[in-house]
């Protein structure tokens, strides 16, 4: 499962990234990484972005972007 198909209002624990070079760096710098806890907060009303909330502070993520990460 990824980052793109949780249900607003569940969290979920990042089980690996997808990706590589720069588009990985970039997921990995916005606190995302193996074993981190996402909250699903809300998603646009056409679907993308959606806002979830990361290590204590909210991050809007394409869909593009939350399809490269997988979780439990």
Known sequence: MTLKNAEIGST????????????KRRIMDMGITKGTEIYVRKAAPLGDPIEVTVRGYELSLRKADAEMIETE
Request: no cysteine; aromatic share 0%.
């Open 12 to 23: 979920v624990k990042v089980k690996k990234l997808n990706g590589e070079g720069a588009v």
